[in-house]
């Protein structure tokens, strides 16, 4: 290439770059909420959100905190690559030496939208010295999981250094299978803490992002889990068809609007998702939203474009 048609081909790159960088469906739309990326085909209010593969929408409070739609469940980050996480919260059973217990055991719902929970980032966690926990579905018509964890005294975690892993001592862990979308969680004590009442009298669990939680002996004898909240992983796809069965749809227009993006099938429940092609990057989902990469390289006068918008 000539050094003229060179600069005019990383004059057009760079131009067409410019002009192809749509971040929402409409100018209006907003794209984040307080420090939230809000990527198409999630958006805040009517006309900005895909509605015809299910429900996206995010409720923006206070400018602020980002919610899914009109539920409690607060959003900490959103990904174009099919994740999002929520907040979770952690769930408590204290007993007093009287026998006396407070407790509160979570539970999220997100059936009615199109996510479900991450069974590859996700564990559920219990931490506690006499303590049974259990995590299922809505009747447990499906499944139900848990573990227990018992221990004595602090004599037993003295090999057992802080920032461990959660290894069956104070700490149990499990997976939860592929394709949920609720769970409803529980915890009894066998002993009511009685044998363990001077260095841990409650019992926690919460369902979080692996790698999230690392657990501490000192975490028996104190109340800091009780407002812990740590991100869930959601897996969001669109619609409930396979890529084939979209393309074809003549009602529902299919997802991957942009040129240079093809769809992929989600790997946890039904539905399926869009990815630019290979040396492309940005939002399969909106027209022009996936942008060529050529731009990164350094052409021979050391020259690099500015990175536009993303
Ligand atoms: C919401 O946030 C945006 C961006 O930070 C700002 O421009 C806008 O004025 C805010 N609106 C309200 C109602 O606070
Ligand atoms: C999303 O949140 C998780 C958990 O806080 C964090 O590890 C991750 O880096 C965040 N991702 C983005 C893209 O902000
Ligand atoms: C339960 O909560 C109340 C009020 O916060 C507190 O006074 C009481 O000590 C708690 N009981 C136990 C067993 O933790
Ligand atoms: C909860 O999940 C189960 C399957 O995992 C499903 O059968 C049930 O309908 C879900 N509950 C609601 C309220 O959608
Ligand atoms: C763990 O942390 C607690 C509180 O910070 C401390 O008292 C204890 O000595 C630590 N244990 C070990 C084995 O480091
Ligand atoms: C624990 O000890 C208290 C006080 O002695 C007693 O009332 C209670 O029944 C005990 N709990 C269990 C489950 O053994
Ligand atoms: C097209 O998609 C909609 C929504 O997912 C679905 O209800 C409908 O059955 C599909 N039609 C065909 C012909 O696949």
Redesign the pocket.
Known sequence: MSVIGFLLFAFLTTASKAKAAPDTLLPSCKTTCGDIDIPYPFGIGEGCYAK??GDFSINCEDNSTAFLSDSVYEIVNISVTGELRIKGSTGFDCYDTRGNNNYSFPQVDVAKLPFTFSHTRNKFVVVGCDTDAYIWDQYGTRYSGGCMSYCESLESFRDIPNGSSCSGLGCCEVSIPRGINNYTTDMSSYYGYNYSMDFNHCGFIFLAEQGQYTFSVSDLSSDRLETQTLPIVLDWSI???TCE??K?????PYACRSDNSHCIKSNNGAGYLCQCSTGYQGNPYLPRGCHGMVNKRINCFGYQPKEEGF
């Open positions: 015809e593969y619609g409930g068809q069965e979209a074809n749809n003549r009602t529902v």
